[in-house]
């Protein structure tokens, strides 16, 4: 089985597809897409024309994955490994994939909506698109407190797809806005950083973490991060 990850590792959407990765163990090759080189970009835009990352190809079978949630489930798919991301249960992997895609579209996309706004150019920016993303986090952080436990995981005992696409969007939403009032959310993400294959994640990150916009430029930030100091 020959698979080829193309993707950035500080990239929070790649993140939850490498949790998977490493949650079953699978094997991989990783490929570094730089979209900010032309070269890069046409090369990514031939394997996906959308050029949105993570995509993962399967060399052997032909198939070309985009969508983290769906390479998360074509890995739960390849290897007994670890635990399943995906429950065989219908209703538990009902519920498994509801927390999936409330997690994509209510915390993830509002916290990249307030990124790629500050890498807009001066006098290009949308404030108003930005409160509302900012409302979104709001609501979905008093949500999410009250649908989570004092321990266990995103979807109940089991480590599951809702980790994966929790971890990533929620470390980073951290620094955008802090968790002071949300107990559970905070120890649940001080929980997740200490799991591996969210733990090597951050590790693969590391140096990129001072790219972070509006990310302080003293240089222990990253260990600050760390240390929930948000
Ligand atoms: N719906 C996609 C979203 C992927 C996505 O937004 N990826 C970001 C990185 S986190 C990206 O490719 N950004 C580059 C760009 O928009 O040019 C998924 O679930 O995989």
Known sequence: ?????????????????????????????????????????AMFQAVWAY?????????????TIPEASIICEYVDGLSNNGVRLVPTDPE???RVRIFDRVLDNYLHTPMQKIVADRLRPEGQRDPYGVAEARALI???????????FDVGWF???????????????????AKLAPLDKHRRLRAYL???????????????????????????????????ADQMAF
């Open 1 to 41: 089985m020959t698979l080829i990850l193309y993707y950035h590792p500080f990239s929070s959407y790649c993140q939850k597809a490498l949790m998977a990765l490493y949650e079953k163990e699978v094997d991989f090759e990783p490929f570094k897409v730089d979209l900010g080189d032309p070269q890069g970009r």
């Open 51 to 63: 050029a949105k990352f993570p995509v993962l190809h399967d060399i052997d079978t032909g198939a």
């Open 92 to 94: 538990e992997a009902r």
């Open 138 to 148: 709001a609501s979905s952080y008093d949500i999410l407190e009250s649908r989570l």
């Open 155 to 173: 979807s109940g005992r089991e480590f599951s797809l809702a980790d994966c696409a929790a971890a990533p969007p929620l470390f980073y939403a």
């Open 190 to 224: 001080q929980r997740v950083m200490e799991r591996p294959s969210f733990k090597r994640c951050l590790d693969e990150a590391r140096d990129f973490r001072p790219y972070f916009p509006g990310a302080p430029e003293d240089d222990d930030w990253a260990d600050k």
